[in-house]
Each structure stands twice: as structure tokens, then as C-alpha cells.
């Protein structure tokens, strides 16, 4: 087995705890209910089926969220699975906001609960359950209504949102004898771009000097946006909340970036950081492409230019 990122004690180190909990990757929804008058919304990926025969789903709640007296109250909800292109919507019912559904497209589902516009699947419930665990209560729900739609779904996997791919070795699988090989060579562009990603991610992490692939990320999302928010610096960076969170806490603590009136800027210290990973990431590429034509690599660069939007 190889040297892990983290082994100890969960209990004694909750963030690095919730890191390894990252590893699994989830769907992302947004639970939404109604309690008397109220509607409460709460982004959720601890979401997860349970038993076909009944059909029962699962769903967890943090007992310190201000919305959870509703949810533990409220007779019926619905689990709205997030499409790719709702990222927005994720972000907005993760805070707690009075009207939090007056700039929302919904409408009332048959159980009363709110369903969103746009999303991948609803499952309309009513609460079957409550059963204690930890600083979370596991609500257990009885599926009355299921639809879907034809959608890709949006993911949530290491801190960041993701969205879906066909793995490379699957897509040459689905190679069948009846189709055009010039289809089947198509297709396998961004596959290829993929699995270079992955390769050049893991060959530069020895020149990383300590830092994370996140770190790196966060300075120069700094470095090009100076003056940048946090919000701005999690959509940059495509990091998601959490791990923006634990990047900049550890970039603040050595040093490298400075943060005043809740904006970010690289201090000398996170230039010359910079300037060192750079000259490194210069090397290794001069190293992996000495034996690729000049012609070839224009091409590639254009490739990429027009793909990146530039």
C-alpha cells in the first residue's frame, strides 16, 4: 500500500476527517419541504436509496443547521437531484436566507413541497422516520412520486464540483464493430485530454515543494485576479467552498497571500513561490516535449487556445 495523505484518528481532526470523506464522490440535491406556511430549502449529498420494495430514501440533516426544526416537523419534502448547469442553485440553498425561493423557479409539488425548475430528478416524499446519530439526524423518507429528465447530473467529489465523464477505457469498450472508425477516433479527444490532465497533474507534484495542487490553484487564481474575493476566488479556481477554505487558510498562515477587507492578494513571499513553481513547471515541460516536433506543438497549443476560449 502506498504512503496515504492522512492516517489518524478522525475524532481528534475533524477537517481532515471531512477531507477523506471527499474521497467519495456524490451527487449534489437540494431538499426542499413546507412547514405550515414556511418553505425551507437545504443543499444535501448525503442523499442515498434505501430499499426498492418499499421505496424508501435516505437523507441526513446537521441538528445545527437553523433550517432542520422544519425539516424534522415537516410531514413531506422532495429530493431535487442538481443538473450540470445548476452550481448557482447548489451555492444558494447552502446558506440559510429569509425567502430563500423568491428568485426561484418552482413550482408545488403533489405533497406541497417545492420543486425545482431545471434539475435532473425529483423524488416526492413523505417522512417515514427519524433516527439519531452523531451531530446529524437520518431522515428516512417513503418515495410517493419519482420522475427524471434527460440531464446530466452535476457532482460533488475532493471539495469541488465536477461533472460527468466517460472514463477513457469505457469509451473504447463501447468501440463496436458497426461504427465508423473515424467516429470512434473523434470521440476520443477529450478523452485523451483527460488522461493527459491526470499524467501531467501527478508528474508535477514532485516539484510542488509541499504545496497542494489546491494551494497552487488558489495563487494563481490570486495572481491573475489581484484584489479577488473569496467567492470569486472558489468559481476561479473551480475548487468549491471547503477546499478554497483549507487553501487559503494554510497560503494565510505561511505567508504567502495576504487578505485584507476580505479581498486576496499574493505577498512577496507567494510571488517568489510562484515564480519557483513556474521555472519548474517550464522544465518539466521542456523535459516531456523534447522529442516532439515544434510543429506538432504549435498545434497542440492552437488546439488548446481555441478549446480554453482564448
Given at each position: 500500500m502506498s504512503v496515504p495523505l492522512y492516517d489518524g484518528d478522525p475524532a481528534q481532526d475533524s477537517r481532515e476527517f471531512r477531507r477523506c470523506l471527499g474521497q467519495f464522490s456524490t451527487g449534489v440535491t437540494v431538499i426542499t419541504g413546507r412547514a405550515g406556511q414556511t418553505l425551507v430549502?437545504?443543499?444535501?449529498?448525503s442523499f442515498s436509496s434505501v430499499s426498492l420494495d418499499p421505496p424508501l430514501?435516505?437523507?441526513?440533516?446537521?441538528k445545527k443547521s437553523s433550517r432542520f426544526p422544519f425539516f424534522q416537523v415537516a410531514?413531506?419534502?422532495?429530493i431535487n437531484v442538481l443538473a450540470e448547469n445548476q452550481v448557482a442553485l447548489s451555492r444558494h440553498f447552502r446558506q440559510a436566507m429569509p425567502?430563500?425561493?423568491?428568485?426561484?423557479?418552482?413550482?408545488?409539488g403533489r405533497n406541497g413541497a417545492p420543486l425545482l425548475s431545471g434539475v435532473a430528478a425529483v423524488f416526492e416524499?413523505?417522512?417515514?422516520a427519524l433516527h439519531e446519530a452523531g451531530d446529524h439526524v437520518i431522515i428516512v423518507g417513503r418515495v410517493t412520486r419519482a420522475m427524471?429528465?434527460?440531464?446530466?447530473?452535476?457532482?460533488?467529489s475532493q471539495g469541488r464540483y465536477r461533472i460527468p465523464a466517460d472514463h477513457p477505457d469505457d469509451v473504447i469498450q463501447a468501440k463496436s464493430d458497426d461504427m465508423p472508425q473515424a467516429a470512434v477516433d473523434s470521440s476520443l479527444l477529450l478523452s485523451?485530454?483527460?488522461?493527459?490532465?491526470?499524467?501531467?497533474?501527478?508528474?508535477?507534484?514532485?516539484?510542488?515543494?509541499?504545496?497542494?495542487?489546491?494551494?497552487?490553484?488558489?495563487?494563481?487564481?490570486?495572481?491573475?485576479?489581484?484584489?479577488?474575493?473569496?467567492?470569486?476566488?472558489s468559481q476561479e479556481t473551480f475548487l468549491g467552498v471547503q477546499a478554497t477554505e483549507d487553501a487559503v487558510s494554510t497560503l494565510l498562515a505561511e505567508g504567502s497571500i495576504a487578505g485584507v477587507t476580505g479581498k486576496y492578494n499574493l505577498t512577496e513571499r507567494g510571488r517568489l513561490?510562484?515564480?519557483?513553481?513556474?521555472?519548474?513547471?517550464?522544465?518539466?515541460?521542456?523535459?516531456?516535449?523534447?522529442?516532439?516536433?515544434?510543429?506538432?506543438?504549435?498545434?497542440?497549443?492552437?488546439?488548446?487556445?481555441?478549446?480554453a476560449g482564448d
Open positions: 430549502g437545504m443543499t444535501v449529498n430514501i435516505l437523507w441526513s440533516a446537521d410531514p413531506h419534502f422532495a425567502e430563500q425561493f423568491a428568485c426561484i423557479e418552482w413550482e408545488r416524499c413523505t417522512r417515514e427524471s429528465f434527460e440531464r446530466r447530473l452535476l457532482l460533488f485523451y485530454l483527460f488522461r493527459a490532465n491526470h499524467r501531467l497533474s501527478a508528474a508535477f507534484a514532485r516539484f510542488r515543494e509541499g504545496m497542494t495542487r489546491d494551494q497552487h490553484r488558489v495563487l494563481i487564481g490570486i495572481e491573475r485576479h489581484p484584489d479577488i474575493t473569496f467567492d470569486e476566488l513561490r510562484r515564480a519557483e513553481l513556474m521555472k519548474h513547471l517550464g522544465d518539466m515541460e521542456r523535459e516531456l516535449l523534447r522529442d516532439v516536433p515544434q510543429s506538432l506543438r504549435n498545434a497542440g497549443r492552437q488546439v488548446l487556445q481555441i478549446l
